[in-house]
């Protein structure tokens, strides 16, 4: 009789035993996938995941357009105040095939750009367009190479000037 009390005891402590070990076992688990649910998710709220805009610390445009950093090199209309914008000619001219290119200084980085100044062609320049004349590096033009102070619409079909672009091409090496 007693044998069958200690065979049933010892019975009852296995699966009480066993019961605990599960028990604590998926209790573990558990707390610790909340645990690991609830930082990830504290990491996503914390982290700045929307888009945001990095102009926010460029140079602002300066109040004179022309001291703008990339009209360094310019002899012209700017194209922003002609209907188009700082890349892109207003609408109804075309781009001149050939151009003048400045080597200016970005005030962000302190690095040197090859800037395209490109004509735009086709249409009469606009009388209250701001016009530029900077220059940085232009020599006098028996050097054509350095010289900017050419129509260089004269190589489209509308050979006609209207205002100038200022298209960063790379970095100047
Ligand atoms: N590159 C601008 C420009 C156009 C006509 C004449 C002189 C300079």
Known sequence: MTRLIDKLLKTLDKS????ART??????RRSFMAKAGASVLGAAVA???L????RANASELPEDECAYWRHCALDGNLCSTSGGSLTQCPPGSSASSVSWVGTCTNPDDGKDYLV??????????????TFCYTSEGERPGYR???????????????KGY???????VGLAE
């Open 116 to 129: 395209s100044y490109n004509d735009c062609c086709g249409k009469p320049s606009v009388d209250s367009a």
């Open 144 to 158: 054509m190479g350095l010289y900017n102070d050419i129509n260089w619409c004269m190589a489209n079909t509308d």
């Open 16 to 19: 009480v035993e066993t019961g």
């Open 51 to 54: 888009p945001f805009d990095r």
């Open 162 to 168: 209207h205002c100038t672009v200022s298209v960063v």
């Open 47 to 49: 982290t700045p995941i």
């Open 23 to 28: 028990a604590a076992r998926n209790l573990g």
